[in-house]
Every structure is written in C-alpha cells, then in structure tokens.
C-alpha cells in the first residue's frame, strides 16, 4: 500500500533535528542517561508574565471560537509596531499574517510564491526545512555555501553569481540556524544592493533569533533602502521567548503575499490557536526582561562549550554570534573506528557519539554542510560540561580506519 504515497511525499526528508530527537527519547526510555544537545529548543520556561497572560484570556471566556485567519487584529497591531519601534520596518497589521510557528509561515510563502521549476537561492548551511519546504513548493533550491573560515558567511558576490533568469526567491536567517553567524549592517546592505540590481527576485530574511545577538546590533533586511516591498521578514516567539510549545510565529510581507499565504493558511490550519495568540500578545508589550536574561545566559555557554571544544584535538571552531548553537568541523574524525564501528561521515560520528557517549547532536548533512555537525548549547552549564566530556572520551577511543 506504501506504493500509493505521492511523490512529494516519497521525495521528501525527514527534520533531522527531530528524528535525533526522537532517537534520544529512544534511549531515555530505555533508562539510559541521554544528554540532548540535539534540537533547537530553549531549556527555560516561558516567562511567568507570559503565562498568566493565557491564564487570563482562558478565565476572560472570549477565545474559544475560531480566530480571524491572520491573526487577532490587536496582536498583528502590536506585531507592526514591534517591527517600527525595533527593527525599523514600515508595515501595518494588513501586512501581518500570524501562523502556527515560523514553520508554517515558511510553507505558506513557499507554496503561495513558487511554481515548478522556480529557483530559490538558499545561504548554506541552512535551517533543514528550507530545502523540503522549497520542494514542496515545487521549486529548486540553489545553495551558495558559506566557510567557516568566514563564519559560514555567504557574501554578496557569492549570492549575485547564483542568480539565473528562473530565480525567484532568495532565504537566509540571522541570526542563523545552525550557525550562529550573523549579518552585520555592511553584510546586509551588500546583500540588498544585489536586490536592488535584480527587482524580480523576493527575499525571505528569517529573524526568529534576532533576540539572541551577541555582537552588532540586528539588523533587519527590510529596513533597508528599497527592500520594504522586496522583502518577507519571517518571525516568532519560540527562541526569544521560550515559547516552541505555543506555536506561534509570523510574516511581514507587501499585502499582495500577506494575502496570498493568508488564503493558503485559510485552507491548511486556518488560526493559530487562540490562547497562544493572546500569550504572544503579552510577550510582545510587556517585559524584555526575562528574553535578555536568558540571551545573556546563552552568551555564556558559548564561550564555555567553545572553550571545552577547543580541548579536543581535530575539532575545528569558529565564534558564532548570535542563535544558541556551534557548528565545528569534525571532518578529522572521518576515516576513524571504533571496534566494528566505523566513521565514514558526520553522520556516522553522531550515531557514534549518541551510542557511545549518550549525547545526542545533528549531523552537518541535514544544512548542508557534510563535515559539521550541529550542537545545541540550550541547556545547563552542568549537562554542557558532562556532554563535552563524554564527547572528548569517546572521540579520544577512535583510531584511524584499517583497510580490509
């Protein structure tokens, strides 16, 4: 019966974040002691103020029914005034289309803008889901890779000489899932003169850690000369917020798209859910407080698994500047065993580690960078110090590949 699955679906990958995830629960089920530094999910609680707010609004009585399509209209008011006062963008709540999760708003563009065989120029490493969301679209995705050497950077030249007569879209984040590298003003604004000289290509700038910036101050690519009605400027409450389990993300965009993904959203999902909503209104007016407590928190545990990463020989490092992840090179690692267990690739080397070490991480190959892989320091300095040390022993017990 497997047979009568659509192509798209047979073509398409699983989240490689989540299927670690899912193998890690595995083990903890098992009773094993899994240290999970697998998905991109924040180890804090969603603010107290942030909670009582959805309290509220569940003992108010008046969101239990369906929700406009596109959001409650206080919410994307307050969206479009957040996006002013922060981040300099020029849209009204019409502009605004609220979704279940920065996800959804992804696939609602994806399938609203793109036709077979449209290009979308994709800075590598990227989030795993741009590249299925793209095919599920039925366009093809075109990856331009950043080094390590320049922070997984793409530059502008690097963008420009991947534009074809079918591109159609362009999609990076910054700060970056899964790299942490962010776009500094000078960065941006070479990325929206390439714009500027191609007026029939789209952007999507997905800012759902701009929160989580620990060097220069974020900058939005909608904000710049030209770019408010070229520009999708994609975001959420999940990482800044400590909000994954809530669901709620957003796109600002010229009201020709908002509609076009408020009619695909009216066709899938219609609302996000009600509560979430009126949670998200009271994180976006309320106290930042706790979303700059929790990003300076972060910004020392990056220098602590940084440093504990600079301990274990043939790990390659890099400072990302934003996001709560590193990306190193373990490419030195390939061509080694371990027993009967050899390493070919990255993805080898996590199977290794989560079987040997019980410390679950992603491989590069699901962004787009096969020597690399990902690891998330959203978690206790305590279970950060024992998964860096396990990963140091275990690492230490592989021995160069012998040749049957």
């Known amino acids: 019966m497997e047979n009568m699955l659509s192509n798209r679906i047979k073509a398409m990958s699983e989240s490689a974040t989540l299927a670690m995830a899912a193998k890690a629960r595995e083990f903890k089920a098992k009773g094993i002691d899994v240290i999970s530094l697998s998905l991109g999910e924040p180890d804090f609680k969603t603010p107290k103020h942030i909670q009582e707010?959805?309290?509220?609004?569940?003992?108010?009585?008046?969101?239990?029914?369906?929700?406009?399509?596109?959001?409650?209209?206080?919410?994307?008011?307050?969206?479009?005034?957040?996006?002013k006062r922060e981040n300099?963008?020029?849209?009204?709540?019409?502009?605004?289309?609220?979704?279940?999760?920065?996800?959804?708003?992804?696939?609602?563009?994806?399938?609203?803008?793109?036709?077979?065989?449209?290009?979308?120029?994709?800075?590598s490493p990227y989030w795993v889901s741009y590249a299925e969301l793209i095919k599920l679209g039925e366009g093809i995705p075109v990856y331009v890779d950043g080094t390590i050497e320049n922070g997984f950077k793409v530059t502008a030249e690097q963008f420009e000489a991947a534009i074809t007569d079918k591109t159609k879209l362009v999609i990076y984040s910054s700060p970056s899932n899964p790299t942490g590298a962010v776009f500094n003003a000078e960065e941006t604004e070479a990325i929206a003169a390439v714009l500027r000289k191609h007026p029939n290509i789209i952007a999507i700038s997905d800012e759902i850690y701009e929160y989580i910036n620990f060097g220069d101050k974020h900058v939005s690519l909608g904000a710049l000369e030209g770019m408010n009605d070229r520009v999708i400027t994609v975001?959420?409450?999940?990482?800044?917020?400590?909000?994954?389990?809530w669901r709620i993300g957003y796109i600002a965009a010229p009201e020709w798209i908002a509609k076009a993904c408020n009619k695909i959203q009216g066709q899938i999902t219609s609302g996000a859910n009600s509560i979430a909503q009126r949670a998200a209104l009271a994180a976006i007016t309320t106290d930042?407080?706790?979303?700059?407590?929790?990003?300076?928190?972060?910004?020392?545990?990056?220098?602590?698994?940084?440093?504990l990463l600079n301990e274990i020989p043939g790990v390659k490092t890099y400072m990302p500047n934003g996001a709560f992840y590193i990306f190193p090179d373990?490419?030195?690692?390939?061509?080694?065993?371990?027993?009967?267990?050899?390493?070919?690739d990255a993805g080898d080397l996590c199977m290794y580690i989560l079987n040997e070490a019980h410390v679950s991480l992603v491989t590069g190959q699901a962004f787009g960078?096969?020597?690399?892989?990902?690891?998330?320091?959203?978690?206790?300095?305590?279970d950060l110090k024992e998964a860096m040390a396990r990963i140091k022993r275990v690492l230490a017990q592989l021995e160069p590949a012998t040749v049957a």
């Open 53 to 83: 707010a959805a309290k509220a609004a569940i003992d108010e009585g008046k969101y239990f029914a369906y929700p406009p399509v596109n959001g409650y209209p206080d919410l994307r008011e307050a969206i479009a005034a957040k996006l």
């Open 88 to 123: 300099g963008l020029d849209f009204g709540p019409n502009n605004i289309v609220v979704s279940t999760g920065a996800k959804q708003s992804i696939a609602n563009i994806m399938m609203a803008l793109l036709n077979p065989g449209d290009e979308v120029v994709v800075f």
């Open 235 to 245: 975001n959420g409450y999940s990482k800044g917020f400590a909000m994954t389990g």
């Open 288 to 307: 930042l407080g706790p979303t700059r407590e929790m990003a300076e928190a972060y910004r020392g545990r990056r220098q602590l698994v940084l440093d």
């Open 330 to 344: 373990v490419s030195a690692y390939f061509g080694t065993q371990f027993g009967d267990t050899e390493i070919k």
């Open 369 to 382: 960078a096969p020597n690399c892989v990902r690891i998330s320091y959203a978690a206790s300095d305590d």
